[in-house]
């Protein structure tokens, strides 16, 4: 078996087993069994009747769905369906004797396994229709967390499976596509304390987990708000309960808006990645959407005339952020809007700037969908900028028309020229040549010769 790879030499070894007579191959799965039943109310009630004469009997159709009952405690351990005084006590829907209803419930991950299928069709009477459900699966485009991989999504292909092999659903696969975003991370921050054990002997010490009401600024560091202790902070992790290092989005979006809370978390690093949250972060995206609201509030110009490299740089964006999009680049397409908003800014008024800033709002709306939408209002336009189309681009805008040429002077970098792209060797050479920084680098020295690469550069060799 030297040699082969393991999948080749696993074949041989079957193959000399059977050959051999002493050993047969076989595949062994390992899938376990799956107990879906759970003792805990939340949860879908299982539709079975338990009747001492005829075992187990389904609740008859014309009485689904069996409703879960809402005078429930949970006060002591174990399943409130079990201890509810009459939910449990129905007549057997075969002989009428009196039976008692299942008291678990499915586990969650059964209405995981199958839910998108629901989505895609509701009919009142059974679980879905066959050929809605077919014409609207596989799933385009699934995101969810990764701690999904391995559970949820392998059950819901399970799930499918089985479906099709009983002949249900005409559908192999559940989800053509699978995206798993990043989490949102803050620093976590903690107290050493130490507590005395049971016997009174023992002590431990454990970290205090605080959160950042819990603390305050102190010089270069943090000590605890109630005892003024100094406070540790730790690594960046991921947002939890009993890490408290949560931040509350409701507070965030009362302080910032929702818009610069959106525009945050979509800037700040690809989805894919974890988000750290940090506070600066935020108010950098607020300060940015406070300037996408000045230009939309500004005054328009008054006088026509085009904007040549202003109209480019909109139709580049428009192009290039439809791309960022269908790929969930949304930091990719964030980070074009900052560029085209600063281009805006610096423009001269003219009737491309008020273009721009028409289409703007356009462009914005995915990522800042308020303050889009209120401008898009008060521009007087009908109807909710959701529902408009996505601005046109002109092909003919996105070809760079200028290019940038370097100047050298035996082979240093002295000057650059922005100049038409496809300009001539010779006008090329002139224009080197009548620059004032190479007139000065020469000293009155003629070239010995000259080096044109269109569209790139030009050295003097001096
Ligand atoms: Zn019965």
């Known amino acids: 078996l030297d040699g082969m790879d393991i999948e080749d030499a696993k074949r041989a070894v ?6 051999g007579g002493w050993g047969t191959g076989s ?7 799956w107990g879906v039943s759970r003792q805990r109310y939340w949860g879908t009630p299982i539709p079975i009747i338990h009747c001492d004469a005829c075992g187990a009997v389904p609740v008859p159709a014309d009485q689904l769905p069996v409703v879960l009952p809402e005078d429930v405690s949970f ?9 509810h005084p009459t939910w449990k006590n129905v007549p057997c829907p075969s002989c009428g004797a009196a039976a008692r209803r299942e008291t678990d419930t499915l586990d969650t991950f059964v209405d995981s396994s199958w839910y998108f299928i629901r989505f895609a069709s509701q009919p009142k009477d059974r679980p879905f229709d066959r050929a809605v459900a077919e014409q609207w699966l596989p799933v385009a485009q699934y995101i969810g967390g990764v701690e999904h991989a391995i559970l949820h999504l392998l059950y819901a292909r399970f799930w499918t499976r089985a479906l099709r092999h009983i002949g249900m659903l005409d559908v192999a696969e ?4 699978l995206f798993t975003q990043g989490m949102v991370t803050h620093e976590t921050y903690s107290r050493q304390v130490t507590e005395t054990g049971t016997d009174g002997t023992d002590t431990i010490t454990k ?12 010089g270069d560091g943090y000590v605890e708000r109630a005892t003024g202790e100094a406070v540790t902070v730790g690594r960046i ?4 309960k009993s890490k408290k290092n949560t931040v509350d989005p409701t507070g965030i979006v009362d302080q910032y808006g929702a818009d610069a809370t959106r525009w945050f978390m979509l800037s700040d690093s690809p989805p894919e990645r974890d988000l750290p949250w940090s506070e600066s972060g935020i108010e950098g995206s607020w300060r940015f959407i406070q300037r996408v609201w000045r230009l939309f509030d500004g005054d328009k110009s008054t006088g026509g005339g085009t904007d040549a490299p202003l109209d480019r740089k ?12 269908e790929a969930l680049a949304f930091n990719k397409a964030v980070a074009k809007l900052f560029e085209l908003v600063n281009a805006i800014e610096r423009a001269a008024p003219s009737a491309s700037r008020d273009t721009a800033i028409a289409t703007l709002m356009r462009l914005v709306a995915p990522m800042a969908p308020h ?3 209120e401008a898009w209002a008060a521009a007087g336009n009908d109807g909710l900028i959701a529902d408009a189309p996505w601005p046109e681009v002109d092909p003919a805008l996105l070809v760079e028309d200028e290019v940038t040429i370097a100047v050298q002077i035996n082979g240093k970098l002295r000057d650059t020229l922005v100049m038409p792209k496809g300009t001539a060797r010779d006008v090329l050479e002139a224009a080197a040549l009548a620059s004032d920084k190479i007139v000065r680098a020469l000293e009155g020295k003629t070239p010995r010769k000259i080096i044109v690469v269109p569209d790139r550069l030009v050295n003097l060799v001096a």
Request: charged share 30%.
């Open 14 to 19: 079957i193959t000399r087993a059977e050959d």
């Open 27 to 33: 595949t062994v799965f390992r899938l376990r069994d």
């Open 75 to 83: 006060d002591i351990p174990g399943n409130p369906l079990d201890r």
């Open 174 to 177: 559940p989800f053509a596509g």
């Open 207 to 218: 970290p205090l987990w605080l959160s950042l009401d819990d603390i305050e600024k102190r």
């Open 237 to 240: 992790e991921k947002m939890s």
């Open 314 to 325: 909109l139709h580049q964006t428009i192009a290039g952020i439809a791309v960022d999009i």
């Open 371 to 373: 303050i889009a939408e």
